[in-house]
């Protein structure tokens, strides 16, 4: 009988996934692009994507910038 050791996935997925930032960023995007084409959202989801249209519009960010999970900072 052989035994086989597995490595623990999990370190290797935090380290390699997208900032949470980045992550919730492009999931706006998505529910703005489906707002757009007709997709009805429930309150509370509207209410989350007024907020962050809010903290956008307060803090923009120029087209320079990277995102941040392409400049190392996680």
């Known amino acids: 009988m052989k035994i086989k050791h597995r490595e623990d996935p999990i370190p ?14 492009a999931i706006y995007k998505g529910f703005k692009d489906l707002e757009e084409q007709g997709f009805k959202f429930n309150e509370e989801t509207k209410g989350w994507m007024r907020a962050v249209s809010q903290v956008k519009a307060t803090f923009p960010v120029s087209g320079n910038t990277p995102p941040a999970n392409l400049t190392g900072s996680n």
């Open 12 to 25: 290797h997925r935090r380290v390699s996934y997208p900032s949470i930032s980045d992550q919730i960023d």
